[in-house]
């Protein structure tokens, strides 16, 4: 029974591009979550989604910033014209219904902004 | 907006040592509070506490939620080099769907 799986591991862009983040979460889980994490700090959220629904992105920035998880396929978190403030590693989590506590992480993606 | 505060921010002890590491929350409607382990990847799962007073036990790691406080601590005894990692306390919280706020962390470094 594989994990949450993220890719990639570490993405390097520069200023101006676009970073496409995929996720795909725990067999069977039907709720995926995207954090950010800054170095040297906590893990901050960014937005929950259900498959073809939002759920709640009250902690993704407005502009540039978007997330998806379709009926077929991974869930991806898409950054557009990334700035150097956009470095950080971004956690993917699953989750079924019910959570009880029942949150997988995954190993993240490493987002360098040059 | 909800609030989570981890103390103390680092620590560094010697094998062997028993360390006590805090977290506390204000939040609305709390559901949950989780600890987690991170070492250098995936947060890993140790507890989750619902209830106050209740200590939850593995090893050499325990965990008690007081919610009179508004608190949790989490106990390592006897700590090992393989205990060095960053302990995150997270809050299971609202009305509005399943997320976590998280504290900022320990980092733990545990000389040999």
């Known amino acids: 029974n594989a994990g949450v799986m993220q890719n990639p591991r570490h993405l390097v862009r520069r200023r101006g591009q676009e970073a496409r983040l995929r996720c795909s979460p725990v067999k069977g889980h039907s709720h995926v979550y995207w954090y950010r994490q800054l170095p040297e700090e906590g893990l901050k959220f960014m937005v929950y989604l259900q498959k073809e629904n939002i759920i709640d992105e009250s902690g993704m920035p407005k502009e540039r910033f978007s997330a998806e998880f379709p009926k077929e396929g991974p869930s991806i978190l898409r950054i557009q014209q990334v700035v150097r403030g956009d470095s950080a590693a971004y956690f993917c989590a699953s989750s079924p219904l019910l959570t009880g506590g029942n949150y997988t992480f995954g190993s993240g993606t490493r987002l360098t902004v040059v | 907006e909800d609030k989570v505060v981890q103390s103390p921010l680092s620590l560094v002890v010697h094998e062997g040592d028993t360390v006590t590491l805090n977290c506390s929350y204000e939040?609305?409607?709390?559901?949950?509070l989780l600890w987690y382990k991170q070492e250098k990847k995936a947060p890993t799962f140790l507890f989750m506490l619902t209830s106050s007073g209740i200590e939850k036990k593995s090893g050499r790691l325990s965990s008690i939620l007081d919610k009179k406080e508004l608190s949790s601590i989490l106990n390592i005894t006897a700590t090992q080099t393989g205990d060095s990692a960053i302990y995150l306390c997270a809050v299971e919280a609202g009305n509005a769907g399943n997320m976590l706020t998280f504290g900022g962390g320990t980092r733990l470094m545990v000389k040999p």
């Open positions: 939040v609305t409607n709390f559901r949950s």
